[in-house]
Each structure stands twice: as C-alpha cells, then as structure tokens.
T-cell receptor, first 111, second 113 residues
Framework: GENVEQHPSTLSVQEGDSAVIKCTYSDSASNYFPWYKQELGKRPQLIIDIRSNVGEKKDQRIAVTLNKTAKHFSLHITETQPEDSAVYFCAANTGRRALTFGSGTRLQVQP | DGGITQSPKYLFRKEGQNVTLSCEQNLNHDAMYWYRQDPGQGLRLIYYSQIVNDFQKGDIAEGYSVSREKKESFPLTVTSAQKNPTAFYLC????????????FGPGTRLTVL
C-alpha cells in the first residue's frame, strides 16, 4: 500500500520567515495530494491540494509543489504569522479513494 | 465540514465494553471513512464505505466494526477486542466520483478508564 513520509516533525520559524514541509510517497499511482492544518483538539482543515497533472499551485501565502518523478511534494508558507502555528499533515490518495497521511509537522511561528 | 456531525464529542468507556460512535452527513456524499488519530501522530484508516450496504477494512480494522445502512450514516463500534482504544476518532466523507477531497467531522475523543 501507499506509504507517506513527512519531514521535519517540528519546525520553528520567526514571524515573517518562510516555512517548508516536505513529503515523499511510495505509490506511483497516487494522483491527489492534499495538505491539512490541524489545531489542537480540532478536525483537520484542508488548506491546499494538488493533482498529479500539475507541478505547482498557489493560494495567497501558501504554495504546494509536486515532483512526480521523485515522488515528493512540498508545502511552502511565506510571510508566516503566529496564527499559522499548528500541526500540518500531508496525504496521498490510494486506489480506494482513502487517504494515507504523513506523521505531521508541528509548526511554531515565533512572534 | 459543517455538514458532517459526530457524537458524542467525548466518550468514556470501561474496559470490556463496546461503544458506538456516530457519524452523520447531509452533504449527499457517497464515500465515508473512519480514521483514528493517536497523540502526536497522523491519521490511520480504520474502515471505509464507497456505497450503501458496502464497506471495506482499512489499515487498522481489528477490534472495530461498522455498518452503512443509510447513505447519511456510518457508525463505528469499538469492541472489547480493541486492546488500546483510547484515541481521537475522525469521520470523513467525499463527494461523488470525481473529487478526492475529504471533509472531516469534528471528532470524538474516546478514553478507556
């Protein structure tokens, strides 16, 4: 089955700096790669996603890049703000339309 | 997200008891999923259902059971066979065929006493 690895597990940045979180996946058939933000005790919220026919997608301060050949994708957050502090999860779909999640990255933005 | 509800928000269970977690959606979504999240970890798939009266095991199905008698409802039963059930349980659903996007419910936090 699909295996998704996510790095780093924790990331601390100064407010205004950029943050990058990286994921790799194993199943070359995966074609949908979402990123979720989860605050403590809350449900995951979709922040951006990308499909395999696209190499990059942006939404204001957030961008995702996908390298199908290398089987990795990354989340980029620019001009970080304290409210960006949360746990971020990457995921990849499987043939059964379920998602396999990475282990998460705890992002701390220092004011 | 607002169309998926889970109840209860918190649940306490004694060892040896079965408990059932509710998941309801009014989004007319076909597929529904149950995930388990342990502290500091990602989500792991327990069971999923693509259509009514059909469901499949996920990666960690042992000790759990589900039913899908109605499109709107996908309850999860945590049985006494699940040795370490304390976790945060999340239900999700997906719109018909073309979309992979999953919408999550607010979750149920289960604690075994």
């Amino acid at each position: 089955g699909e295996n998704v690895e996510q790095h780093p597990s924790t990331l601390s940045v100064q407010e205004g700096d950029s943050a990058v979180i990286k994921c790799t996946y194993s199943d070359s058939a995966s074609n949908y790669f979402p990123w979720y933000k989860q605050e403590l005790g809350k449900r995951p919220q979709l922040i951006i996603d990308i499909r395999s026919n696209v190499g990059e997608k942006k939404d204001q301060r957030i961008a995702v890049t996908l390298n199908k050949t290398a089987k990795h994708f990354s989340l980029h957050i620019t001009e970080t703000q304290p409210e960006d502090s949360a746990v971020y999860f990457c995921a990849a779909n499987t043939g059964r339309r379920a998602l396999t999640f990475g282990s998460g990255t705890r992002l701390q933005v220092q004011p | 997200d607002g169309g998926i509800t889970q109840s209860p928000k918190y649940l306490f269970r004694k060892e040896g008891q079965n408990v059932t977690l509710s998941c309801e959606q009014n989004l007319n979504h076909d597929a529904m999923y149950w995930y388990r999240q342990d502290p500091g970890q990602g989500l792991r798939l327990i069971y999923y259902s693509q259509i009514v009266n059909d469901f499949q095991k996920g990666d960690i199905a042992e000790g759990y059971s589900v039913s899908r008698e109605k499109k709107e409802s996908f309850p999860l039963t945590v049985t006494s066979a699940q040795k370490n059930p304390t976790a945060f349980y999340l239900c999700a659903s997906t719109p018909p065929l073309a979309s992979n996007e999953q919408f999550f419910g607010p979750g149920t936090r289960l604690t075994v006493l």
